[in-house]
């Protein structure tokens, strides 16, 4: 599951910090794979590429270290992904909400770089500063222009320490900013214009970009930039019983903090959501034997979480606490029908043809029938 | 074990193990045979191959072809031995007879492994090419995979990989690296250490593999004594490698003989056969199959730099493709593949890797263009060549031994033939001549019928032109019986077709042809197309032809339980999407709709398990006219339908029509109405019988007539031209007849009726009822038999009077039986005071009856001051 990145947390608060950053909370699995790793490693980075590969996906050392998998998905993803980072190539991971993204991106920079907080986060309103530099104006008011009044942007400097930046939601970054990181990754260089210097990256310097590639209203990369990328689209979850694992368990920890009591038969309508989902999603029935529209949603593991919170919620508060189909009926419908009029013949095509017939199903029908009418 | 020795000294022969269709192995091969010069080349595949050998050296054979083996008297049983450019064995037989060399096939006879084929002491579950019908068969996919053991053993969890980068990846001698235990440089030093591993494998796990494998090693021993006997020792075998260590054994001849003692037999002939690349991808079904021939092809075509040189190509078809890729991607994508093979631990970049790349750097990480790689490049569209002399392909024989058994003679004069499907000669012939056609095989085409139009009648042009041999050898490549290549053809364009229209069309060809099997197939794609097509009216469109299927089906007696569950699933989704697209038509889309309305009301009757869906249906009719947004001519006709049906009570109808022709309503809006409640249309000429009959409704048009105000009135005129020239003559003198009366009448139906001008007042019911036994006998019907068969009298009477001149209209004759089986009902409702049959309709006439006679002073009133 995407984890938010967080970059506030400070030296001492490491600690205390409510999420600690890969490369602190995995220091020990770092530091068994760089004690071990015997492959050559490209200039400045902390691991082989092996070793990289090995640190997401897993597995166990000649020393019986256990290196736990932080990425459960197809191994060729990582691969091609660590690869691009090592041929110098910025690397673009794309996949809609809920893909694991940021996850990779961070764990990738903690291994190869052994720091993952050279993170500039993409919104509408990121400013050409957060790419480039921005100027201490104190500073510059007071002592003219130079490198001293000048406040480096993470990228700027990962470009002179050789490390690796990262940029979250490239796409949400308005186009003409995107831009700006077509010379940083075509020449490698940041010209200061203002003090008449350049910043030159030093080898090892590399970028992870992420994007979402469902969201409406992006900011398509323009093909210069594009061209500067190897892309790696991150799958959603492969088997049904992989996306009910990760729902069940984000489920529990959302509902722990919510405070929600547990539902002891809850997983049953959680599969439920699961199979909807992805059958919707797929446009074909699980056991491939009929195809489907999809609706205009994402309908990605991250909505099917909080279809079933919304579930257990109404569960806990209206109903005996027992997680019901009709508790997650009008939760689904929510999330299948986007577009009123197309995705609603969709949702009832999908019920009349598939739903109905399906043993086992009848109370779910009825539910949805209930709320779609 | 026998190791080959160097090529100076030859006194064993030279064994070279390969992979079947590896291009690696075909380099290896061709590089040993130019060292080694044998005198001899001998090869893994049927001896009755050996006549056929001088055609491989014609100039117009091109690869990839097959050798096909069947048995004469049933080329249904059939083997393929196929050989691209790139496989070992041609690659040899090219050398041989580019060199002067002999060339021997050493397999065991294609007339023993046909026969071993159908005999169940010899099935053994082992496929090899020689049983075709084993699908995904590998040539090593013996009971332990000899291949995935060694790979495993060097640490691959690919077999396939493990293979191509130890032998496939070896270029001639400029490869970057060595394989394991084999010299670049000494090109017959990898086959003594893959016959090495070989035999070490046959110790340790025995022979793995079936009883006929022994026969055949047994068998090609036998042929290597000999032919080195003939040429000497210095002779060359290609043959899979897993048979190695078998032929460098020693076993005595008379054991060997005795192996090979009581093998049954069939007569068999052999034929060269153009191949393509597709059917020897592995999916396509057929044994020794290989996943990417169009990338081996490569390999083994490209002199140097392969990996650069593929990822030029697929550049350039995504160029093609009006992608934009630019020489830049192609360096990107090169040096990613190359990195992604060392990170590997590959030797050299493969398919995998580049795959990789391209989707990286090439693709954005998308799928949808390398499904095109896959299709163009790595699978391919090679098709392969035949010379003509080559003997005839069986298809043609299992045509000409039906041409005889069914008497219909090859003749180049046109001639025209009946065929009346009832017997079992013609509906073997329509069946055939239908499958020939499927085939692209024109030698009949369907002709107008000259005597009537009976679901069981056909009529046929016949006319066989030289060039359809042509058509019939290139058919070939489909099967080797008529049946199985139409099946086989039907199967693959049903997975190609893109419009559900053309998948119903095919679905229809299929039952006429008398395909069962193809059927599965073309039943999936057809649901496919309906799950994703999202226009009501295509799917509206593909319902009667389906359902026309269902009943050609019945009279053919073919399965057709597939196609009704189809058939049912396309109702469900209309009924879904119908709403929805019923709004925001302008009047020519809401015309459309109307006969799109009236179209899957007739087919959903057809229907298998019609009550689940009809009752569906008549949900989504009873939607339809309370919705404002839907046009009027829907409305009126979704009421009319639900009303036929019984569906719809009388004085709710009555209702409906009042709505409709309120004051309120646009009057262009209420002629629509009208137009679709009362009007006729193809399949209904009878509309105008309703308002014959029912005062009350006449009553409600007339009074919204004259009620229409006069600057509207020229523009809903058109319209009701329209509905009301459609009648019948009858219809409309009667209707002008009811009108000129006037609504004085005391109201009634049965009243109104029995005034018509030329009866007497009144009803003598117990004449009338002795009507009754006449018309159930015109009609066939048994006396005792509800409603439900009224549906199929209707149309054997409606067959009937077509028959007898009256003009056909175009309708379909279900939909005019079905619309005369409702108007005899009303009939029946409308008197039948008493009559058990049709209780609620009864009673739904006799409250109509008492509401007029209360209203009816009011209606007369305001038609009075409208007049």
Known sequence: ?????????????????????????????????????????????????????????????????????????????????????A????????????????????HLAAAVSGDSTLLVQGTAGTPEEAIRYGWNYAQLLAHGPSRDALVPSP??????????????????????????????????????????????????????????????????????????????????????????????????????????????????????????????????????????????????????????????????????????????????????????????????????????????????????????? | MTAPTAPTALTAPLLLGVRHHGPGSARAVRAALDAAKPPAVLIEGPPEGDALLPLAADERMSPPVALLAHAVDDPGRAAFWPMAEFSPEWVALRWALDHGAAVRFIDLPATHTLAMAKDPTWEDGEGEEADAGEPDEMRHGLRIDPIAVLAETAGYDDPERWWEDVIEHRGTGSAPNGPPGGDGHDPIAVFTGLAEA????????????????????????????????????????????????????????TADRSLLKGLPKVKTEITWV??????????????????????????????????????????????????????????????????????????????????????????????VPLRLIRDRLIIGDVLGEVPEDAPAVPLQRDLTRLQRTLRLKPEALERDIDLDLRKENDAARSRLLHRLRLLGVGWGEPAAGRAGTGTFRESWRLRWEPELHVRVAEAGVWGTTVLAAATAKAESEAASATALAEVTALAERCLLAGLSDALPAVMKALADRAALDADVGHLAQALPALARSLRYGDVRSTDTAALGEVATGLALRICVGLPPACTGLDADGAAEMRGHLDAVHTAIRLLPDAEDVTGHWAAVLRKLPARDSVPGVIRGRAARLLLDDGR????????????????????????????????????????????????????????????????????????????????????????????????????????????????????????????????????????????????????????????????????????????????????????????GDEGARDQGARDLGSGDQGGGEEDNDLVGAGR
């Open chain 1, 1 to 85: 599951m995407t984890v938010p990145a967080t970059a506030e947390a400070t030296e001492a608060a490491r600690d205390e910090a409510l999420r600690p950053h890969a490369e602190d909370a995995f220091a020990h699995e770092l530091s068994a794979l760089a004690a071990a790793d015997d492959r050559p490693r490209p200039a400045r980075w902390r691991l082989s590429p092996w070793a990289v590969a090995t640190y997401l996906l897993g597995g166990t050392l000649p020393d019986g270290t256990v290196i736990t998998p932080k990425y459960v998905g197809p191994r060729r993803i990582v691969e091609v992904a660590v690869t691009t980072l």
């Open chain 1, 87 to 106: 041929t110098d190539r910025a690397l673009l991971l794309l996949g809609v909400p809920g893909t694991a993204k940021t996850w990779v991106s961070e």
């Open chain 1, 155 to 373: 990228v700027m400097r990962a470009m002179s320490d050789g490390m690796t930046a990262r940029v979250e939601e490239l796409t949400r970054i308005p186009a003409d900013v995107q831009d700006t990181l077509i010379t940083i990754l075509s020449e490698k260089t940041l010209p200061i214009p203002e003090l008449g210097q350049e910043v030159q990256a030093v080898r090892g310097f590399n970028l992870i970009a992420t994007a979402n590639d469902r969201d409406r209203g992006v900011n398509d990369l323009s093909s210069a930039l594009r061209r500067r990328f190897n892309t790696v689209v991150l799958p959603l979850p492969a088997t049904p019983e992989a996306e009910v694992d990760i729902v069940s368990r984000r489920v529990d920890q959302i509902g722990r903090s919510l405070d929600l009591p547990a539902a002891p038969e809850g997983v049953d309508e959680i599969r439920r959501v699961v199979t909807v989902f992805r059958e919707l999603r797929d446009g074909v029935t699980t056991d491939g034997r009929t195809k489907l529209k999809s609706p205009s949603g994402t309908l990605s593991t991250a909505e099917a979480i909080s279809v079933v919170t919304n579930g257990l919620a109404l569960a806990a508060h209206f109903g005996d606490g027992v997680l019901r189909p009709g508790d997650v009926a009008a939760g689904i419908l929510g999330a299948v029908v986007r577009d009123p009029a197309a995705d609603r013949v969709i949702w009832q095509e999908y019920l009349e043809t598939v739903v109905r017939e399906r043993d086992g199903w009848k109370d779910f029908y009825r539910a949805c029938r209930e709320v779609s009418a």
């Open chain 2, 198 to 253: 070989m035999a070490a494998l046959r110790e340790t796990y025995g022979h793995g593999g079936p009883d006929r494998d022994l026969i055949r090693e047994a068998y090609m021993r036998l042929q290597l004594r000999a032919a080195r006997k003939e040429y000497g020792d210095g002779v060359a075998v290609v043959c899979g490698a897993w048979h190695v260590p078998a032929l460098a054994a020693k076993t005595t001849a």
């Open chain 2, 274 to 367: 153009p191949w393509t690349h597709r059917r020897l991808a592995r999916h396509s079904g057929y044994g020794a199959g290989i996943d990417s021939p169009g990338w081996y092809g490569h390999l083994f075509a490209v002199p140097d730099r392969p990996v650069e040189r593929w990822l030029t190509k697929v550049a350039g078809l995504l160029r093609d493709e009006d992608r934009i890729v630019s020489s830049a991607h192609v360096i990107e994508a090169v040096r990613l593949a190359g990195t992604l093979a060392t990170m590997r631990g590959r030797p050299l970049a493969g398919l995998t890797e580049t795959i990789d790349a391209v989707r990286a750097v090439m693709c954005e990480g998308s799928d």
């Open chain 2, 648 to 835: 719809l009570a009388e004085d709710e109808a009555a209702r409906l029509m009042g709505l409709a022709l309120s004051p309120g309503t646009p009057p262009a809006d209420a002629a629509a109405w009208i137009e679709g409640f009362v009007g006729g249309g193809p399949g209904n000429p009878g509309g105008g019988m309703l308002l014959v009959h029912d005062e009350r409704l006449l009553g409600l048009v007339d009074a919204w007539l004259t009620g229409v105000p006069a600057e509207a009135f020229t523009d809903v005129l058109p319209l009701l031209r329209r509905t009301f020239s459609a009648y019948e003559p009858g219809v409309r003198r009667t209707l002008g007849e009811l009108v000129r009366r006037g609504p004085a009448a005391n109201g009634g139906p049965a009243r109104a009726e029995a005034a018509v001008p030329g009866f007497g007042a009144g009803l003598d019911e117990a004449r009338a009822d002795g009507v009754l036994p006449l018309v159930r006998m015109l009609l066939g019907m048994n006396q005792d038999s509800g409603d439900e068969d009224g549906g199929d009298a209707g149309a054997m009477g409606q067959g009937a009077v077509n028959e007898g001149g009256r003009e056909a209209g175009g309708g379909d004759p279900g939909a005019m039986g079905q619309g005369g089986v409702n108007q005899r009902d009303r009939y029946a409702g409308g008197r039948d005071q008493g009559g």
